[in-house]
């Protein structure tokens, strides 16, 4: 007769010693966690890494060691759970000791040193090494007991099949069992079930407007009397484009001498209440487009907006002060989601609504006399970019590019995220030369800039229409992707990027943890580093669409105008 197996008491599985296997495994992570990444971090973030480095070698050598034990077993010879010597123990102690110890007096120059390369103070001390390692011993205690908990639980489970039925059917139903729970959240997940958690989480922001932002009644303006768009359907970042809209006192206090020349910028937008399908809405910035007379303008930006609805107020006022008003800017909602959650959550809906404006304006610029209508830009920025990217893409990069070129009169995408498909093909198909400032046939159609100015790399004419794209070596959004779990990335080879520590390596999870809590820093760098572009703009637009007459001069001025301009919405 079997003996009845019992479950150990919950106490003793939470309180038993660790796995010295594990343990080391989980040094080792914890060890290559201190290293430098993309961007600096905070002490509570380098806490929070370092606890998940460990708890991830931490696992991996515990099941390689109870793997280990039962092959062992099933070739007739047994090791016990911990054959190891006390010193062992010890010497593992001593060791996480030693790594706490170069923590707190090592990290916070190694963090110090970074954030000078991204422009920030670099003034970490003791007292941030010493907070890491308090964050990480925290976070290291939490994970292990919801570790050991679902052990413990696993185990019960198991047990209590095993009064009912044989041992190996009881292990086969106690497996099956967590497969299914483990399915069951999958399935949530890619059902989209998170993603409602998410919009009944953020919804309610949508509803809001922002301190300030009132309906505007310039009839240019979508929201305004005039308009077929209802105000209150706008959502929250659609109230805060239009409401803000620039006005033609504020060009004039650019160009004193020229107000007779000035004329009130056109912006048209619709929000997800604004109509029911992304075709409809679509359909609707036609309607408003054609309603403000955007066919008489000089200029037609054509913005894929971010997550939210966003729509970046430096790039449109730069267009709009560049050419003194006589522009037509065009955007549409498709989430009220942060960008960072649609980017994992559903690009699929970023895409569908950057091709479903791009075709529906760009149809409708089609119609009108090809002599007579207003020259067309495609603009996205960060999550933006990816939805623009959508309406152009080929088989090569050659033929996304002849898509833009036979489309448009030029493209500016600013932040690229990694799964942009046209980005990839550049940076797949470019000459010899870094991951971080691709170049691909001398830049002869799209060219890669790190900054303003920067033309490094180029020697020949650049054709018009123009594809610009600007991305940092150290902003996250453009290297992050699933394989970093398992292989090396290029960003980590030399050259590395000007803002980068020489010193960074790519190490299996570690590197992939590290990448997550960049992008979670993506906006801390100063600008110019990381994922803030905020100094690229004017450069841009003065080289992929430059108003007659525009000069270098033009642009220093107009960089320096708007440091001074209170731009709502940034």
Do not use: C
């Amino acid at each position: 007769m079997t003996p009845e197996r019992r479950t150990p008491k919950y106490l003793h599985v939470i309180l038993t010693r660790p796995s010295p296997a594990g343990t080391l495994l989980g040094l080792v992570f914890l060890w290559f966690s201190l290293g430098s990444s993309l961007l600096p971090r905070s002490a509570m973030m380098q806490g929070v890494l370092s606890a998940l480095s460990f708890a991830f070698g931490y696992a991996i050598g515990a099941l390689a060691w109870l793997l280990i034990r039962r092959v062992a077993g099933l070739f007739g010879g047994e090791i016990e759970t911990d054959p190891f010597p006390g010193w062992v123990h010890w010497t593992l102690l001593g060791l996480g000791v030693g790594i706490f110890a170069v923590t707190v007096v090592r990290w916070p120059v190694w963090q110090s040193e970074q954030q000078l390369l991204v422009g920030l103070d670099g003034d970490l001390g003791v007292v941030d090494g010493v907070k890491a390692v308090l964050w990480t011993l925290v976070v290291t205690a939490v994970l292990l007991f919801l570790g050991r908990s679902i052990r413990w639980v696993v185990w019960k489970l198991d047990v209590t099949n095993g009064r009912h039925m044989s041992v190996h059917v009881a292990r086969g139903v106690t497996i099956g069992i967590v497969l299914g729970i483990v399915g069951a959240l999958y399935w949530f997940i890619a059902s989209s079930g998170l993603t409602a958690f998410a919009n009944e989480r953020f919804g309610p922001g949508d509803e809001t407007t922002l301190e300030g932002i009132v309906r505007p009644e310039q009839p240019e303006v979508s929201g305004s009397p005039e308009s077929l768009v209802d105000w209150d359907d706008l959502g929250y970042q659609g109230r805060t484009f239009t409401g803000a809209a620039t006005t033609v006192e504020d060009i004039a206090a650019f160009y004193p001498e020229e107000r007779e020349a000035i004329k009130p910028p056109i912006r048209v937008y619709a929000g997800l209440k604004s109509a029911e399908s992304v075709e409809e809405r679509a359909q609707l910035v036609v309607d408003e487009l054609v309603r403000a007379n955007a066919q008489d303008r000089s200029l037609l930006m054509l913005v894929a907006s971010t997550g939210t609805g966003w729509v970046d107020p430096i790039s449109a006022a730069t267009v709009e002060y560049m050419y003194r008003g006589d522009t037509a800017i065009a955007a549409m909602q498709y989430s009220f989601l942060p960008s960072w959650i649609s980017f994992v959550l559903d690009t699929a809906t970023s895409t569908e609504a950057g091709v479903a404006i791009n075709n529906a304006v760009i149809d409708w610029w089609n119609t009108l006399p090809e002599n007579d209508r207003p020259t067309l830009i495609a603009f996205g920025e960060s999550l933006g970019t990816l939805g623009s990217e959508a309406a152009y893409v080929g088989a090569s990069l050659d033929a996304s590019l002849a898509n833009v070129q036979g489309r448009t009169d030029g493209a500016l995408w600013v932040g690229p995220t990694n799964a942009n498909a046209i980005h990839s093909q550049l940076v797949d198909e470019r000459d010899p030369s870094p991951v971080w400032r691709p170049v691909y046939h001398d830049g002869a159609i799209v060219r890669a800039r790190n900054g303003p100015g920067d033309a490094a790399g180029y020697e020949n004419a650049w054709e018009m229409p123009r594809v610009l794209y600007y991305h940092h070596p150290s902003d996250p959004v453009g290297y992050w992707n699933w394989e970093t779990l398992w292989k090396p990335q290029e960003w980590t080879d030399d050259p590395i990027g000007y803002d980068v520590p020489d010193s960074v390596r790519w190490v299996p999870f570690t590197t992939f943890t590290q990448v997550v809590v960049d992008l979670i820093n993506g906006f801390s760098a100063s600008v110019g580093h990381g994922h803030n572009y905020n100094d690229t703009f004017v450069d841009g637009w003065s080289v992929v669409a430059p108003r007659d007459g525009w000069t270098e001069a033009d642009t220093i001025r107009l960089q320096d105008h708007l440091l001074t301009v209170d731009l709502p919405g940034l």
